[in-house]
């Protein structure tokens, strides 16, 4: 059974930094490619950035490159994503999601695994 779980968000204030955190379980870590998606209050979820297999190749969203950070360690079965220079419109649920295969990372139904989501909070 696959399992993917997220942590590490919460409360942070615009212009700070969180740092999201999701384990892998059941799969084949190495060969899936991860990525990050986020569905802000009332709106539909989006691609934040995706990693390749091996963490050589990353895609950021352009509202998020230069402050958002994808990266993975897969000895340890986790995907990372920094998060600095928050602003309020990064309010959102954050969900890890695993795919096969490093193309079109950035379309939700390339990704066969998700998980529960992280709540992040951006105030003034």
């Not at 490159?65 to 990064?90: H, P, W």
């Not at 490093?102 to 390339?110: E, I, L, M, N």
């Amino acid at each position: 059974q696959v399992q993917l779980v997220e942590s590490g968000g919460g409360l942070a204030q615009a212009g700070g930094s969180l740092r999201l955190s999701c384990e892998a379980s059941g799969l084949t870590f190495g060969d899936s490619v991860m990525g990050w998606f986020r569905r802000a209050p009332g709106k539909e979820r989006k691609f934040v950035a995706a990693v390749s297999q091996s963490g050589r190749f990353t895609v950021h969203e352009d509202s998020v490159r230069g402050r958002f950070t994808i990266s993975r360690v897969n000895a340890k079965n986790m995907v990372y994503l920094q998060m600095d220079s928050l602003k309020l419109e990064d309010t959102a649920i954050y969900y890890c999601a695993a795919a096969q295969g490093y193309y079109d990372v950035q379309y939700a139904h390339r990704y066969d695994y998700w998980g529960q989501g992280t709540q992040v909070t951006v105030s003034s």
